[in-house]
C-alpha cells in the first residue's frame, strides 16, 4: 500500500498539468477562432477532425513506444508535443496550420493517455476494494482538474486581453515546463525505488492495434457489460465534437460581445468548470459506494443531451445555461465510465479494456465530427447541434440499458 500512497500526487499531478492548460488553451483559441478569424462551422469541426483522427491512429503506436522504452520519457515528450502544438498554433493563421497544430495536439495526448488508470490501478494489491478505491481516485483527479481550472482562468483572461496569441503561446510554455516538472517526479519516484515505477519499461510484449483488438474482443466476448460500454463510448463520441467546436460557438456569434468577448467566454468556462465539480464531487460520494455508476452515467449522458438541446433552440442566457449543463455533464461522465469498467476487468486485461474502450469512442468522435462537418455545411450550426444532442440522448438509452445487463450480470455471479 505504500506504494500505491507514493502514487497518488503522481497520478493527480499528470492529470492538472495535461489537461488545465488544455483547458486554458481552447478558451482562447475559440474566441480567436470565431472573432478574429472567422472560422465556419465546418472548419471549427474539422480542426476538431483532425485532432480526433490524430488521437485514433497513434494511440497503440504511441503506447507501443512507451512500454518499449520510458513511460517517462513518453510523458515528457507529451507534454513537447502538446506545449509545441500550441506554440505552432500561434505563429500562423493559415488553416492549414491550424489543422496541423490540432493533429499534432491529438499526437500528444496519445503518448500519455490509456496507461495511467491502469497503472494507478496495479500500484494496488488484489483486494476486495481496491477497485472501488482507484474509481474515488480517477474522480477526486477530476476534480482536481476542475478547482484548478477555474482558478487559473482569470489569469488566462487577463493575459489574452492583451495578446491572444500571447495566451496561447504561454499556455504551450506552461505544457512543456510542466512536462519537465513531471517527468523528474517520474524519475524521483525510480530512485526512491518503486516496484511498480512507471517510468520504466514493462517486460510484456507491447500492444499493437491488432492485440488490442483480439484482447478487448476477449473480454468482451466473455463480459456482455464490458460489450454494452464499448457501444455507449462510440455513440457518445458521435455528439462530443458539437460541444466543443460550435456550441462555444453559437454563444459567441448570438452573444456579439465585442471585445469582451474573452472575459465572457472565460466566465462562462468558470461557471463549466466549478459546476463540474459540484457535480464530481456527488460523483466522488457514488463512486466510493462502488454501486450505481450505471444509472449515473446514463444521467450525465441524458443531461449533456437536454444541455445541447438548449444551445440549439435558445437564445443568448439559454445557450449559455444549455452549455454549463452540457460541458460540466460531459466532464463528468468519463471518470465514471472507466470506473464502472473497472470491476469487470481484472490486471491482466485491465489495461487492454481501457484501450478498447477509449478506441471506441475515437472512432465515434472521428466518424461523429466527419458527420457534424457534412451537417453544418450544409445546413448551418444548429442541425449539426442537433445531431449532438441526439447522440447523448441515444447513448442515455444504451448506457441505461447496459446497467440493467449489468444488475443482472452482477447478480449470476
Same mark, same amino acid.
Given at each position: 500500500?505504500d506504494?500505491?500512497?507514493?502514487? =497518488? *500526487? ?5 492529470g492538472?498539468?495535461s ?9 482562447v ?12 462551422a ?7 477532425? $483532425?485532432?480526433?483522427?490524430?488521437? !485514433? ?5 504511441t ?5 518499449r522504452? /520510458?513511460?517517462?520519457? @513518453?510523458v515528457m515528450?507529451?507534454f !513537447?508535443l ?17 489543422l496541423? /497544430? @490540432? ?6 495526448? +496519445? ?13 494496488f ?9 482507484v ?9 482536481l482538474v476542475?478547482?484548478v481550472?477555474?482558478? /487559473?482562468? *482569470? ?24 512536462g ?12 526512491a525505488? &518503486?516496484p511498480?515505477?512507471?517510468?520504466? *519499461?514493462s517486460?510484456? *510484449? ?16 466473455? &463480459?456482455?457489460?464490458i ?21 462555444y ?6 452573444g456579439?460581445?465585442?471585445d ?9 468556462f468558470?461557471?463549466?468548470?466549478? +459546476?463540474?465539480?459540484?457535480? +464530481?464531487?456527488?460523483?466522488? =460520494?457514488?463512486?466510493?459506494?462502488g ?7 446514463a444521467?450525465?449522458i ?6 445541447? #438541446? ?7 442566457v439559454?445557450? $449559455?445555461i444549455?452549455?454549463m449543463i #452540457? ?11 472507466? $470506473?464502472?469498467? &473497472? ?6 486485461? =485491465?489495461?487492454t479494456?481501457?484501450s478498447?474502450?477509449s478506441?471506441? &469512442? ?6 461523429g ?10 445546413g448551418?450550426?444548429?442541425?449539426? !447541434?442537433?445531431?449532438g ?8 438509452v444504451l448506457? /441505461? #440499458? ?8 452482477r447478480?449470476?455471479?
Open positions: 500500500m506504494s500505491a500512497r507514493r502514487s =497518488r *500526487p503522481t497520478f493527480n499531478l499528470i492538472i498539468i489537461e488545465v492548460p488544455i483547458w486554458a488553451f481552447y478558451l483559441a475559440i474566441v480567436w477562432w470565431v472573432e478574429e478569424l472567422e472560422l465556419s465546418y472548419q471549427l469541426i474539422m480542426l476538431g477532425a $483532425a485532432l480526433e483522427l490524430a488521437v !485514433l491512429v497513434s494511440e497503440i503506436p503506447g507501443v513506444i512507451a512500454d522504452f /520510458s513511460r517517462a520519457g @513518453s515528450l507529451s !513537447l502538446v506545449g509545441g502544438s500550441m506554440l505552432l498554433h500561434a505563429i500562423s493563421d493559415a488553416y492549414w496550420v491550424l496541423l /497544430s @490540432s493533429a499534432v495536439l491529438g499526437l500528444g495526448w +496519445t503518448f500519455r493517455s490509456g496507461a495511467d488508470i491502469a497503472w494507478l490501478t496495479d500500484q494489491s488484489e483486494t476486495d476494494d481496491r477497485d472501488e478505491v474509481g474515488a481516485m480517477i474522480v477526486r483527479r477530476q476534480l476542475l478547482l481550472t477555474a482558478a /487559473s482562468v *482569470p489569469v488566462v483572461v487577463l493575459v489574452g486581453m492583451w495578446s491572444l496569441r500571447g495566451a496561447i503561446v504561454a499556455c504551450g510554455v506552461v505544457a512543456i515546463v510542466g519537465v516538472l513531471v517527468s523528474t517526479r517520474l524519475s524521483d519516484d525510480a530512485r525505488g &518503486n511498480s515505477d512507471p517510468s520504466a *519499461p517486460d510484456a *510484449p507491447p500492444a499493437t492495434m491488432a492485440s488490442i483488438f483480439r484482447g478487448g474482443r476477449k473480454v468482451a466476448g466473455r &463480459n456482455p457489460v460489450r454494452r460500454l464499448l457501444v455507449v463510448v462510440f455513440v457518445v463520441g458521435l455528439g462530443e465534437e458539437v460541444i466543443d467546436r460550435l456550441g460557438a453559437r454563444f459567441l456569434t448570438q456579439d460581445f465585442g469582451g468577448s474573452l472575459a465572457f467566454t472565460g466566465a462562462l468558470v461557471v463549466v468548470a466549478l +459546476t463540474g465539480a459540484g457535480a +464530481t464531487r456527488l460523483v466522488e =460520494r457514488k463512486v466510493d459506494g454501486s450505481g455508476l450505471g444509472v449515473l452515467a444521467g450525465l441524458f443531461t449533456t443531451s437536454v444541455g445541447l #438541446a438548449m444551445v440549439a433552440i435558445l437564445p443568448i439559454g445557450i $449559455a444549455g452549455l #452540457a460541458d460540466s455533464a460531459r466532464e463528468t461522465l468519463y471518470p465514471v465510465v472507466f $470506473a464502472w469498467a &473497472n470491476p469487470h476487468t481484472d490486471q491482466e486485461s =485491465r489495461a479494456v481501457h478498447f474502450l478506441l471506441a &469512442n475515437g472512432i465515434g468522435v472521428v466518424g465530427s466527419l458527420a457534424a462537418a457534412a451537417i453544418a455545411l450544409v448551418g450550426v444548429t442541425p449539426a !447541434l442537433w445531431w444532442a441526439a447522440a447523448f440522448l441515444v447513448g442515455s448506457a /441505461s #440499458a447496459a446497467d440493467r445487463l449489468d444488475s443482472t450480470f447478480e449470476r455471479r
